[in-house]
């Protein structure tokens, strides 16, 4: 049996925390990670006896994005497969954002690509003082469409504008400050930060909660219509298979610039 890559564990006052257990590729997701995830929002979000929802991830880092090696398996399927993929990755970000639970995503080491959406997904974010922020996609030939309304409703539009453009990395004050992150604390204290939170969800009631997370997503525009899923997630998987991302990856796996990257000329 292979190694259980999203782990769930529940305490006697309710707390679930899953964990993203992939520490080796620094909790990378593929395929597995998001079913994975997607099962556990669906059981988390029916069971009575969740309060609070606790993400993080296992090893150095919270989360670094998508699996190289998965990536360019996925490059190589037909359109209707690669589309079922990028619905895939988009589901897994729907379920989360819309987990009718309170959660609170703990942040350390790299938050990378599909990292910054299952932050911007939770409702509250804590993050050490070494946690490092980057939406990459378009770095490397590709779109982070399926994670943009999440991020746009954490952000707004104009740091989304920035970073999703620019693809630089950012550091948790950076990240405090633009509101992807609520607290900032020192390395190897983020369940000490995080008590005073989840000490608070557990004093509301449950389903003042649910119906407080619900209205508020709602008036937000971001409990996103099927049909703009759907558009969302066409965008992601057509740019995936294109002769850009085809470039960045290779560009990524070879350490160089990219093709459109300007080149100096020469004055000789």
């Avoid at 992939?22 to 995830?37: G, S």
Wanted: hydrophobic share 45%; proline share 3%.
């Amino acid at each position: 049996m292979g190694k259980v890559v999203v782990l769930t564990e529940i305490d006697s006052r309710g707390v679930t925390t899953v964990t993203l257990n992939r520490p080796r590729v620094n909790n990378a997701y593929n395929a597995e990670v998001l079913q994975a995830l997607i099962d556990a929002c669906e059981r988390l979000g029916r069971g009575d006896s969740v309060r609070v929802v606790v993400v993080r991830g296992n090893g150095r880092h919270f989360q670094a994005g998508a699996d190289l090696d998965w990536l360019e398996e996925i490059r190589r399927m037909d359109k209707q497969a690669n589309l079922e993929t990028s619905r895939l990755t988009a589901l897994a970000m729907r379920r989360l954002n819309e987990l009718p639970k309170p959660t609170v995503a703990l942040v350390h080491g790299a938050c990378i690509g599909g990292g910054t959406g299952i932050a911007a997904s939770c409702d509250v974010v804590v993050a050490s003082r070494d946690a490092v922020f980057a939406v990459s996609e378009a770095r490397w030939g590709m779109i982070a469409s399926i994670i943009f309304p999440q991020l746009i409703a954490a952000v707004g539009i104009r740091n989304v504008r920035r970073y999703a453009l620019t693809c630089e990395r950012f550091d948790a004050e950076r990240a405090h400050a633009i509101g992807l992150v609520h607290e900032v604390c020192e390395p190897g204290r983020l369940d000490e930060a995080a008590t005073p939170i989840i000490e608070g969800l557990l004093a509301a009631a449950p389903e003042a909660i649910r119906e407080s997370k619900r209205v508020v997503l709602e008036c937000a525009g971001t409990m996103i219509s099927d049909a703009q899923f759907e558009e969302l997630v066409a965008v992601h998987a057509v740019k995936r298979q294109s002769v850009e991302a085809a470039e960045g990856l290779a560009s990524f796996l070879e350490k160089r610039d990219a093709d459109w990257y300007p080149k100096l000329k020469s004055k000789n």
